[in-house]
């Protein structure tokens, strides 16, 4: 006889199901077999409808992102913001993040090792999510989405590494003679500073055009183009 056999006992009386004592312990065994079974399959059914949910989700907004139907950083066509100052100071290797134009545009600025100033949408191009500064990484740092591994130049914004399909979009940056760092303007993604500024500047402020060399302005670019 094994150890884990209890002895026979030709008196005992047959188990039955507390709910039913009609009915024997093995059907009770199979009832609740099958009603942990029943509630397992639904757990697993509502697994897999949230799954597809949340994957729909991020698909649509991938899809949303690609076709410029959500918000894109610089995407404002309203004339050019107004300044904001972001920070008293900031030091080689040091980062902030800030909001800017609008509360919904996050952004962060960075200054480099050699002193350079670089202000970038913190919205990955990708799907959205947010761009974070990583000092460590590389001999300049890095700028870098964990959503899916992009990664992007800390010095020009463009994609360096993972699957964002453009550069981060610039936040124009000016440092006063007190240090203090202030955002005056946006570019969108692969737009030069002046194309941003022009853009933005529109009839605003059109001596401020003239003297960046506008197109259409009679500024010093504008008379070369003329020329050519």
Known sequence: MSLTEPPPDSGAVTATDPDDPNRPADAAHAALHDRIA????TTRRDYLRIVATVSGGLAAGGIGVAAGI???HGDN??????????????LPGESIAFRYPDEEDRAVA???VDGTLAGYSAVCTHLACAVLWRKDRGSEGELYCPCHEGVFDARTGEVTAGPP????PKVLLVEETDGSIWAVGTTRSGES???????QLGEERPGLAER???????????????RT
């Open 38 to 41: 029943a509630d397992s399959l």
């Open 70 to 72: 959500l918000h894109r």
């Open 77 to 90: 066509d309203n004339g050019a913001p107004e300044p904001k100052r972001i920070a008293e100071r900031l």
């Open 110 to 112: 960075v200054r480099l």
């Open 165 to 168: 399909p453009r550069g981060l």
């Open 193 to 199: 500073v002046r194309e941003g500024l022009c853009r």
């Open 212 to 226: 960046l060399g506008c197109p259409g302005t009679g500024g010093p670019a504008g008379e070369g183009s003329r």
